[in-house]
């Protein structure tokens, strides 16, 4: 398993998970909504889909409350956008910075003098599952880590929502999700390996953005092989469709990042 004692680090592969909520001022917290006990598990899939944010880029500020266990964080972020394409992420001052796409993940950081070029294994390894762009997109926006089209499900009430869970069962991988009623949104997702110790769960809150349904709170739990990490994501002053560049370049005479 991969350990890295700067927490730096650990921070900034947090940053590179906030990605992509799709907001701006003037929200209000998403609650109410009946469950509807007659609307099969394709339904409740259909629903879902129908109900994607829509936007080109997005600028904002988001809090990170970081731990596990042994060390802890908070720091805030300026984020900006281009769906789909490139996420640039910058720590007060620019003393970090990150820029991310589909193939690759980078960030810097000045108060160490060191930098990282790779691929998604760092945060697969944070979070305890494997990752893409595609999926931590989703985990952000509230969607479905997995798409839900690709299988079949089933559903039944769960509390005050939906609860869909695989048809087939698999004994590698555990996968649960909870959508709330009013949005079929995901209130909670949940992918484990029991036998390989590892386990990320997400739950969600809402904010109204101008009639859409998006995250406000984001609380993830991710455990792998006995280590338990929390992230708590608020979101807050994003906006959405505004021009805007995405400048990175690390700094001349950095040591490059090598995780093991």
Same mark, same amino acid.
């Given at each position: 398993?991969?350990? /890295?004692? !700067? ?40 629903? /879902?889909?129908? !109900?994607?944010?829509? %936007? *080109? ?10 731990? !596990? ?20 992420? @910058? ?7 990150? /820029? ?6 980078? %960030?810097? !950081?000045?108060?160490? &003098? ?9 945060? @697969? ?8 762009? #595609? ?7 509230? &969607? ?5 089209? *690709? $299988? ?12 869909? =869970? ?10 649960? %999700? ?6 079929? =949104? ?10 390989? @110790? ?9 904010? $109204?953005?101008?009639? &859409?349904?998006?995250? #406000? ?14 992230? $708590?994501?608020?979101?807050? &002053?994003? #906006? ?5 560049? %995405? ?7 950095? $040591? ?5």
């Amino acid at each position: 398993m991969m350990r /890295h004692k !700067n927490i730096g680090i650990r921070i900034m592969g947090v940053m590179l998970l906030v990605l992509t909520i799709g907001a701006c001022k003037g929200t209000k917290t998403v609650t109410g909504g009946e469950v509807d006990p007659s609307l099969s598990a394709r339904n409740i899939i259909n629903s /879902h889909y129908s !109900n994607q944010p829509n %936007f *080109k880029t997005l600028s904002g500020r988001i809090k990170i409350d970081y731990s !596990n266990g042994d060390e802890s964080q908070g720091v805030n972020v300026t984020l900006r956008m281009e769906k789909d394409k490139v996420i640039w992420i @910058s720590a007060p001052l620019g003393v970090v910075k990150a /820029h991310i796409t589909p193939e690759k993940v980078s %960030f810097y !950081n000045k108060l160490q &003098n060191e930098y990282f070029d790779g691929d998604f294994s760092y945060l @697969s390894q944070l979070l305890g599952t494997d990752l893409d762009f #595609e999926k931590v997109q989703n985990l952000l926006l509230g &969607n479905a880590v997995l798409d839900l089209r *690709k $299988d079949k499900y089933d559903s039944e009430i769960y509390g005050e929502g939906y609860q869909l =869970k695989p048809k087939k069962v698999e004994q590698l991988v555990k996968i649960l %999700f909870q959508l709330e009623p009013k949005n079929f =949104k995901i209130s909670t997702q949940q992918i484990a390996q029991p036998e390989k @110790s590892r386990q990320l769960q997400a739950k969600y809150t809402y904010q $109204d953005v101008l009639g &859409n349904a998006l995250p #406000e709170d984001i609380k993830i739990l991710a455990e792998d092989e006995g280590e338990l990490t929390t992230i $708590d994501l608020s979101f807050r &002053n994003l #906006e959405l469709n505004k021009p805007m560049s %995405f400048p990175y370049k690390v700094p001349s005479g950095f $040591d490059k990042i090598t995780l093991k």
